[in-house]
């Protein structure tokens, strides 16, 4: 069975700070997807990224970045500079080809205060 | 361009009543997902549909749930005799293609309280 665990329930920073959303995952198949989405206050979820469990290069794209380890089964986030307008809830969520749907796991709370 | 549309936003049901979500997902996507929500949780998988085939119904809780895409493009959830277990939002997801692996787009969910 695949699974994803998020331990941080809820973060608090101040902008401008870094802030690193921790992701593990479970599955016995050797190609799986990984995804991140995040969900502001108005309740829409809104995809980040994509990743395939053969590519393992980390990905920056702006103030945003993950880090993939096969090894250690995570797939971390992280918010350089963070800003008010990154609270939101944040899902990382795990696929395997054939089966369709997205496990997510239940989300870490960020609030960024100014 | 319009993103995926669900209706009514906010539902209240008194407990033995049926209700029916509505979901419009972006013109021309092949698949279709609803999840539920329970309040502090991630979203859970409940159906999806590859045009108007429902090739997957495992997550739906009960009998009471039933999910419908007759013509391959709007989609309604319907749950009969509510119970207040079902309080919940209810999310749909399209994608363009039938890879489960395509980016999901989702909508704004529909909040459904019953009382």
């Known amino acids: 069975a695949q699974k994803v665990t998020q331990a941080q329930t809820e973060i608090s920073v101040v902008e401008k700070e870094d802030v690193t959303l921790d992701c593990v995952y479970e599955t016995r198949d050797t190609t799986y997807y990984l995804f991140w989405y995040k969900q502001p206050p108005s309740g829409e979820l809104v995809f980040l990224i994509r990743r395939n469990s053969f590519d393992e290069q980390n990905e920056i794209s702006g103030r945003y970045s993950w880090n993939f380890q096969k090894s250690t089964s995570s797939f971390n986030f992280t918010i350089t500079a963070s800003q008010v307008v990154d609270s939101a809830v944040y899902f990382c969520a795990l696929t395997i080809p054939n089966t369709d749907k997205l496990i997510f796991g239940t989300g870490t709370r960020l609030q960024v205060f100014p | 361009g319009a993103g995926v549309s669900q209706s009514p936003r906010y539902k209240v049901a008194k407990r033995g009543q049926d209700v029916a979500l509505r979901c419009d997902p972006i013109?021309?996507?092949?698949?279709l997902f609803w999840y539920q929500q329970a309040l502090g949780q991630g979203p859970e998988f409940l159906t999806y549909f590859q045009n108007e085939a429902q090739l997957d119904k495992s997550g739906l809780p009960s009998d009471r749930f039933f999910a419908e895409r007759p013509e391959g493009s709007v989609s309604t959830l319907k749950i009969q005799r509510t119970q207040q277990e079902d309080s919940a939002v209810y999310l749909c997801a399209s994608s363009l293609d039938q890879r489960g692996w395509d980016e999901q787009f989702f909508g704004p969910g529909t909040r459904l309280t019953v009382l």
């Open positions: 013109s021309g996507h092949v698949s």
